[in-house]
């Protein structure tokens, strides 16, 4: 009798007073991980979606969080393919390129004829091309190149395309680059929040992609290509999966920033430090092959790359260059990587 | 004709520098398999401190040569016992990626605010002397540099062969872990490696500030060409990667008079990624030795 009423009043209680129904979700967060990751996340996406609104869309906060963001997305693509399935890529510069050249030709020819701008298909299509071209250097790298060498191999492809981009004047603009058809900028608002749907989606699906039997053989992969193979996994198969969603995610990153820059040429889109070794860097910084890892990598090392521009200007690289020494040296398996050595729970 | 032997002859000369780093990089990714970037850097780094020596103590560049190769030496026993040691013993090639990557970034901004990224040269009296052999002009620090990479490679090849510490680079570049089994340090080593690959970083360093014009985001360039001349030429092959770097001088040279100087590049990475899936032993290594 006693028990029931009390279990009652619970549950009216519960119905009167919002607070009951937050602590009942708090409890059954505790006891549910996944639960308790959904509530985090979407938390963290209501403060990161209203931001613009609380402090000025037009603030540098803003900026910083949106550089953040291109960050993530970048290194979550390049995550895929260097962090879970162990392949090294050093040619993430390229993937990014393409995805704004794909976006700056393809509105400068006016072929889809749709409104361009922030054009859905448009930023799709800028994922295309660089998962094709994935797929055109992937086949002949990952099939016969390991380790280094398929490095080394990406590297090469990246260089080459830099080259005919150079080249190739009259069709890609050459060193001057092409300027995308100005279209309104009004405000950073649009970018943001492109960029914030970017990451949810980058996210989501890498996340997805490593919690499926995909995952499953890429860690195979990663840790034993030959015992995966022995186990019945199609090796090339997967690495080139990867790879091409790696490059879709990267390319349509890349097509965001075109429009955020208004104009693409190789000295910004196909810079070496910007979008191949800060991908890397966020990455292994982060935790190399987690879902977090980009995540917070891309925090620290944005935070510490903008304020340090402007604070100390030219000598900033250099501190940016020991930053990556110390920590490759003390922490080679990265800040997520640290969660594991406190509790060997996984 | 005389103007193809002479784009070949600069060629030569050009590549012998390629050759010089691409040994040093050879000896390092061989024993730790560490991709030592920042190489190009390093180089360029020697460059500019044979300028120093030259322009502010008057020292002549050629004489330069033993203080700069000693600093070189030492430079890198201190890069593997300070940075790489931990990454080398777990092979961790991402992690020796990125401190070579954070110690190119270093060298070069280092470089930029120390002595501005306009280029520089040094500019000695006789740096202006021309050579005339078969109809071929070329200049005097030239020949000279060519010479010097020769000698050097030389003496790192005998080192290599005749002597105890040598030969165990040799064994750990084959196979460290058979080496080490068979009770070679791997420290000392790996030790001896990275600082024969820097001391003919500053021996590269010398001859290019010697013959060319040189500014701090020139290394990059070369540690990417010395990457490929490694791999043309076999990783630990000594001689076939002086080779390496030869042919890809004559290429580079010979494309550029052919096809125009922006195609050069592409030409050489097109034959870098052929070499890497083809013959990734290198040109003139045996099959049996595995990358």
């Not at chain 1, 086949?139 to 990406?154: A, H, K, N, Q």
């Not at chain 1, 690289?317 to 990556?324: F, K, N, V």
């Not at chain 2, 026993?77 to 777990?90: I, N």
């Amino acid at each position: 009798m006693m028990k029931k009423t009390r279990k009652s009043s619970e549950q009216l209680g519960r119905a009167k007073d919002p607070s009951g129904f937050l602590k009942s979700l708090v409890q059954a967060g505790l006891k549910n991980r996944i639960f308790l990751i959904i509530i985090i996340a979407v938390l963290a996406l209501v403060l990161f979606g209203t931001m613009p609104f609380m402090i000025g869309v037009d603030s540098f906060f803003i900026y910083y969080l949106f550089m953040v963001f291109i960050y993530i997305v970048v290194s979550q693509g390049w995550n895929l393919i260097g962090g879970y399935t162990g392949q090294v890529s050093l040619g993430t510069h390229a993937f990014f390129a393409l995805g704004g050249y794909t976006t700056a030709l393809i509105w400068l020819h006016d072929i889809t004829h749709t409104w361009y701008y922030f054009d859905p298909l448009v930023m799709a299509l800028s994922g295309v091309v660089p998962a094709i071209f994935a797929i055109i250097i992937g086949i002949p790298t990952l099939s016969r190149l390991r380790g280094d060498y398929f490095s080394f191999g990406t590297l090469a492809a990246a260089q080459i395309l830099q080259i005919v981009i150079l080249r190739t004047t009259a069709f890609s603009g050459g060193a001057v680059g092409l300027r995308l058809p100005a279209g309104g900028f009004t405000d950073l608002g649009r970018y943001y929040w492109t960029a914030l749907l970017l990451v949810v989606l980058a996210v989501v699906a890498v996340y997805a992609i490593t919690k499926s039997r995909i995952g499953l053989a890429l860690r195979a992969i990663s840790e034993d290509e030959m015992s995966a193979a022995s186990h019945g996994i199609h090796i090339l198969k997967y690495k080139l999966l990867a790879f091409i969603i790696g490059s879709f995610i990267i390319g349509v990153c890349g097509s965001l920033f075109a429009y955020y820059q208004f104009i693409v040429n190789p000295s910004s889109m196909m810079s070496l430090d910007r979008w191949m070794f800060y991908p890397l860097l966020i990455c292994v910084l982060g935790g190399n092959g987690t879902i977090m890892g980009p995540i917070i990598g891309a925090f620290i090392v944005v935070t510490l790359f903008t304020f340090g521009e402007n604070l100390v200007g030219r000598v900033h690289p250099m501190l940016s260059g020991i930053l990556i020494i110390l920590v490759m040296k003390f922490m080679p398996t990265g800040i997520w990587g640290l969660k594991d050595k406190i509790s060997p729970r996984r | 004709m005389e103007i193809v032997i002479q784009a070949l002859v600069n060629g030569i000369l050009f590549g012998t520098m390629y050759g010089t780093a691409a040994i040093g990089l050879s000896l390092i990714f061989g024993t730790m398999r560490i991709v030592f970037i920042a190489q190009g850097s390093i180089i360029i780094f020697f460059s500019y401190l044979c300028f120093w020596l030259f322009t502010l103590l008057g020292i002549d560049p050629y004489l330069s040569i033993i203080p700069i190769v000693l600093v070189a030496l030492l430079l890198g026993v201190a890069f593997y016992y300070g940075l790489f040691k931990e990454s080398a013993a777990l092979q961790d090639r991402i992690s020796s990626l990125l401190i070579a990557v954070g110690v190119m970034f270093v060298a070069e901004n280092f470089m930029t605010v120390a002595w501005t990224p306009n280029p520089r040269a040094v500019v000695t009296t006789y740096g202006f002397y021309t050579v005339r052999l078969f109809g071929i002009h070329t200049t005097l620090t030239r020949l000279i540099a060519l010479g010097i990479a020769i000698l050097a490679t030389t003496g790192v090849f005998l080192f290599l062969r005749k002597t105890l510490i040598g030969t165990a680079v040799r064994a750990c570049s084959e196979d460290s872990e058979a080496s080490s089994l068979m009770g070679i340090s791997p420290h000392r080593v790996n030790a001896v490696a990275f600082a024969i690959g820097t001391g003919l970083a500053g021996i590269a360093g010398i001859n290019f500030a010697t013959t060319y014009s040189f500014d701090p985001n020139y290394g990059f360039d070369i540690a990417i060409k010395a990457l490929i001349a490694l791999t043309l030429g076999g990783i630990g092959n000594v001689g076939g990667a002086l080779l390496g770097g030869i042919i890809i001088g004559v290429i580079e040279s010979m494309a550029s008079y052919y096809v125009g100087m922006g195609w050069a590049q592409g030409i050489l990475f097109v034959i870098f990624i052929l070499t890497l899936t083809l013959r990734p032993y290198g040109l003139f290594g045996k099959i049996s030795q595995k990358a």
